[in-house]
């Protein structure tokens, strides 16, 4: 983008939102089973690790999203941790799909144990159980423990900043 156009795009934004959007993000699928047992999933971008021993992960769940009742009720959820092989997998996560159909449709993925599905082409994955949550103004941060995980193979994860750190 061209630089006088970029200024132009941030002058939109108060300078609150500008800074916020300097914090960088990875970009993940994050995926759980709904009632039903099919598989459910958004673009995540609120991750973090969190402990050790054992190995804890957050994830930030928007408070009125079905993933969070659905992560609740399935008691697993996985990450799949998008590199730019991967990236491709983020756009059937956007928008409206016709009734009945889901972003699994067309990914590869597997269910490791009859859990949470992980996409085959990303950079890496993780399996995770909940083990606790904590409320968050518009978000419910799920903490997961880390039950097995594994790398497709050498790779960067995405990095992701917002134009606007107040909003999606």
Not at 28 to 35: P, R
Not at 72 to 83: H, K, N, T, V
Not at 98 to 121: K, N, W, Y
């Amino acid at each position: 983008m061209r630089p006088a156009r970029m200024l132009a795009r941030m002058a939109d934004h108060p300078p609150l939102a500008l800074a916020l959007g300097r914090i960088p993000s990875g970009l993940y699928i994050v995926t759980t089973l709904d009632s039903a047992g099919r598989p459910l999933g958004f673009l995540g971008s609120f991750v973090q690790q969190f402990g050790f021993e054992p190995p804890v992960v957050g994830v930030a769940v928007g408070k009125g999203r079905e993933h969070l009742q659905a992560i609740r009720g399935s008691q697993s959820f996985a990450l799949s941790i998008l590199d730019q092989e991967s990236k491709q997998a983020m756009p059937p996560f956007f928008g409206k799909l016709p009734p009945g159909a889901t972003p699994f449709d067309v990914l590869a993925h597997r269910a490791p144990s009859g859990r949470a599905p992980i996409l085959e082409q990303a950079l890496a994955w993780l399996e995770l159980e909940p083990c606790g949550e904590h409320e968050l103004a518009d978000h419910v941060v799920v903490f997961g423990r880390v039950l097995a995980g594994g790398l497709r193979g050498p790779g960067e994860p995405l990095v992701h900043l917002r134009k606007n750190g107040l909003a999606y």
